[in-house]
């Protein structure tokens, strides 16, 4: 996920693709965090 505005989320697909779905229809169920040199999964 990019990012969400007005009940849409933005997604990265690993396809490179990018695409708006409705907030209501997406279930989140892994979080990557990025920083500098590191990755993190929660």
């Known amino acids: 996920m ?3 505005n007005d ?3 933005g997604i990265l697909l ?3 693709d990018y695409i708006d779905t409705p907030q ?3 279930r989140i169920v ?3 965090l990025e920083s500098d040199a ?3 999964t929660l």
């Open 7 to 9: 009940g849409l989320i």
């Open 24 to 26: 209501d229809r997406v």
């Open 38 to 40: 590191t990755q993190k």
């Open 14 to 16: 690993d396809s490179g």
């Open 30 to 32: 892994s979080v990557e």
């Open 2 to 4: 990019i990012g969400s």
